[in-house]
């Protein structure tokens, strides 16, 4: 019928796939079937999800002890604890939080499910990341944060379903728009660490109609290129610590580290929009 929502159950969705990948419930038999053939191509996947979500969860944290309230989740998926408003509400219980996602189904789990403090406010746009613009003039996002105040802003694992110009496009958009003070964190798959493994990732999303397109470091770099790059710069993202600042490990955790790159294939940055524009 006309009107109703395309949800998508005729084909995997990235979402649902990464949301089977965290040990979440809410896929469809196609989701499932493309996140079992991931997991065959590259058994480490699941160890990726979960160190991607371990990172967003500790950019969110070190930006609200930083005195950030407020922040704009990009792709943000179906909700799995802990969700960013979660983690910011608890240093600040008056946070603001806006999610985004194309998905009506992540929409419809978190509208009922991402509601936040009394004291602060969550709010879900459903909008395609290829149209920034609509984001930060979407009603709910001004009802919700103040775009003239620093915001915390997430990318997580999703630019590397953006071909090379449309993803850089989208970043320089958003960067137009946010204010200064404001940071800018992402995770972005590679293939740097695992050629092979990650080569049969990128088919199997490709078999599914779901485009996937490795960077490099250098590549992943143009992002956050002339923003105050926070340490330990891009790394993986695994190895970007809880306080962003870069700490010498141990002997023994070095090791377990650099065991963890290629398993992990995931760089992750945080940039800070300047106070005066480069």
């Given at each position: 019928m006309d009107g109703l929502p395309d949800l998508g159950l005729n084909r995997a969705h990235t979402a649902r796939v990464y949301n089977y990948f965290l040990g979440g419930k809410d896929q469809y038999d196609l989701d499932k079937y493309a996140a079992e053939q991931v997991i065959a191509a590259f058994p480490h996947v699941r160890t990726a999800?979960?160190?991607n979500r371990a990172f967003l969860v500790r950019y969110a944290r070190y930006l609200a002890l930083s005195g950030v309230d407020q922040f704009l989740d990009l792709g943000c998926g179906i909700p799995h604890e802990p969700n960013l408003h979660q983690t910011v509400q608890?240093?600040?219980p008056g946070a603001r939080v806006v999610y985004v996602d194309n998905d009506p189904i992540v929409g419809a789990h978190a509208r009922a499910l991402l509601v936040g403090t009394p004291q602060g406010r969550t709010a879900f746009i459903e909008a395609d990341l290829t149209d920034p613009d609509s984001i930060l003039t979407a009603p709910a996002l001004a009802d919700t944060l103040d775009l003239t105040r620093p915001v915390g802003v997430s990318l997580?694992?999703?630019l590397h379903f953006f071909g090379?110009?449309?993803a850089y496009e989208i970043v320089a958009a958003l960067r137009r728009r946010l204010p200064p003070g404001s940071y800018l964190g992402l995770s972005h798959a590679t293939g740097d660490f695992?050629?092979?493994?990650t080569?049969?990732?990128v088919k199997v999303y490709r078999d599914h109609g779901i485009e996937v397109h490795l960077r490099t470091r250098d590549e992943v770099a143009p992002f956050v290129t002339g923003?105050?790059?926070l340490n330990p710069g891009i790394v993986p993202a695994?190895?970007?610590p809880d306080n962003g600042e870069e700490q010498p490990p141990g002997e023994g955790v070095a090791s377990l580290a650099a065991h963890l790159d290629a398993q992990v294939s995931l760089y992750a940055g945080v940039g800070r929009i300047p106070q005066v524009h480069r």
């Open positions: 999800a979960r160190n608890e240093v600040n997580g694992a999703v090379d110009e449309r695992d050629e092979a493994g080569a049969a990732v923003l105050e790059l695994h190895r970007w």
